[in-house]
């Protein structure tokens, strides 16, 4: 029914804490994107699943980055030990079939503030 | 490299006004184009798109953008602003071929309307 969903929308930890975010998607669709947004660098691509499989990781930006989705469904992103500079806005966003044509469909975003 | 340039960070422009939002890209081939909508607080909205044919496409809110592949351009634009659209507008650009599914952002002109 409705749009892609996101939780926490704000999360402030201490830096060498773990973090995970979590993604909704939009019922039925079976691709899922994670991206994240910071302050001068504009949006970067994460990860992409085509159901449960992953079969583009390109834009994790270290081993301390790690995505899952189970059923299909909902995708948690984790970030361990993380660091200030892993401040910023993780956006989720889904597509019916993971075709190029595809429209994403954006949530609202994680703003993530490591202290 | 795969690139996308939004030249102008911030535009300001009185209601009623015309706008145009420039966008170029690098890409190796022609790729699928994107143009979304970031309000405050709200998700990234879809405005229009283009994958192939007609180089003029229409989107929501009395939006549109030409595809000039010889300028590497894609440029929005909307006849008469209203106050409503004073958000973040992302030029995006997608591959076409092989699993990549990515989206690859400019980083955003942040537009204001005065009355």
């Known amino acids: 029914g409705a749009g892609v969903s996101q939780s926490p929308s704000n999360k402030v930890t201490e830096k060498g804490k773990d973090v995970e975010l979590r993604c909704d998607p939009i019922?039925?669709?079976?691709?899922l994107y994670w991206y994240r947004q910071s302050l001068g660098q504009g949006l970067e691509f994460l990860i992409y699943f085509q159901g449960n499989s992953a079969p583009d990781k390109s834009g994790l930006p270290s081993d301390r980055f790690s995505a899952e989705r189970t059923g299909g469904s909902v995708s948690t992103l984790t970030i361990q030990r993380t660091q200030q500079e892993d401040s910023a806005v993780y956006l989720c966003?889904?597509?019916?079939?993971?075709?190029?044509?595809?429209?994403?469909?954006f949530g609202p975003g994680t703003r993530l503030t490591v202290l | 490299a795969q690139s996308v340039t939004q030249p102008d960070i911030h535009i300001t422009v009185s209601e009623g006004a015309s706008l145009e939002l420039r966008c170029n890209y690098s890409y190796g081939a022609t790729p699928y184009l994107f143009w979304y909508v970031q309000s405050p607080g709200q998700g990234l909205q879809l405005l229009l798109k283009?994958?192939?044919?007609d180089t003029l496409v229409q989107g929501i809110k009395g939006f549109e953008a030409e595809f000039k592949r010889s300028q590497s351009s894609f440029n929005l634009r909307k006849p008469s602003v209203h106050w409503s659209d004073a958000a973040e507008y992302f030029c995006?650009?997608?591959?076409?071929?092989?699993?990549?599914?990515?989206?690859?952002w400019g980083l955003g002109t942040s537009l204001a309307v005065n009355p």
């Open positions: 019922s039925g669709h079976t691709a």
């Open positions: 966003a889904s597509s019916f079939s993971g075709q190029r044509t595809d429209t994403q469909y």
């Open positions: 995006a650009v997608g591959g076409r071929a092989g699993n990549n599914r990515k989206l690859i």
């Open positions: 283009y994958f192939s044919g």
